[in-house]
């Protein structure tokens, strides 16, 4: 049985009740809140393993709270949001969700995202502790397998679940060149179609993370017409 906490982050009372009653059928703890200021102080309070999180919120807007959620903690996102253009979905993946769902939605929907996320993060688990190399290192940089951290220079980055598993194929084979289309068949388990510039997005928004701490190193090289690989100088 699933027992999971899941902050659910809407200011519609019908939508956020719907939600609610429906995660709890399927066995998941809820919390509700009604605003982004109400939802940064729960956050501020209590311990949340996923959040699923309205842009239009009063108090804090949902893109202020992504980046209030990054700066701390480490648990995806889900945002679910009447805003459908790209350049609104890219804004978001860069700020730190994890997905995107657009209203109007179907319940069933909902609920294979979250436990699609929740698998994921399972699966991680699962394989770190069968694995004796809990440690990646890089340069400056520390990827802790179990605990699902990275540090440069001693310092903590906070990145999503998708960041963190493309960082992690990247340092397992720091001399090996993913293409676009494998890291997002290896990170999301679906086909790639060569038009998605979700890998790019995610690349960028690591390497941005990275240079906030580390200025004078690259990590990640592009290999023009290829893919990404480890920058080894």
């Not at 179907?106 to 991680?124: P, T």
């Not at 400056?140 to 960041?163: A, F, P, Q, S």
């Not at 194929?169 to 679906?190: F, M, T």
């Amino acid at each position: 049985m699933c027992k999971e906490n899941i902050l659910i982050v809407e200011d519609d009372a019908d939508i956020n009740n719907l939600i609610a009653k429906t995660l709890k059928k399927r066995d998941y703890l809820v919390t509700q809140a009604f605003s982004g200021s109400e939802a940064n102080l729960r956050l501020s309070m209590e311990d949340f393993d996923m959040v699923l999180l309205d842009l239009m919120l009063p108090g804090l807007s949902g893109e202020e709270l992504i980046k209030e959620i990054r700066a701390k903690k480490h648990m995806p996102i889900l945002v679910i949001s009447a805003k459908t253009e790209l350049e609104n979905k890219v804004e978001v993946l860069n700020l730190g969700a994890d997905d995107y769902i657009t209203k109007p939605f179907e319940l069933d929907e909902i609920v294979a995202r979250v436990n699609s996320q929740f698998r994921r993060y399972r699966k991680f688990d699962s394989n770190t502790k069968e694995n004796s190399s809990v440690e990646l290192k890089f340069k400056d940089l520390v990827l802790n397998e179990e605990c699902r951290e990275v540090k440069v220079k001693n310092k903590n980055i906070y990145l999503t679940g998708h960041e963190f598993d493309i960082l992690r194929i990247l340092l397992k084979n720091p001399d090996k060149v993913y293409s676009r289309g494998a890291l997002y068949e290896q990170v999301w388990k679906s086909g790639y179609y060569g038009e998605d510039n979700t890998v790019n997005v995610h690349i960028s928004n690591i390497r941005k993370k990275i240079k906030e701490i580390q200025q004078e190193e690259e990590y990640i090289k592009t290999v023009w017409g290829i893919g990404f690989k480890l920058e080894k100088n």
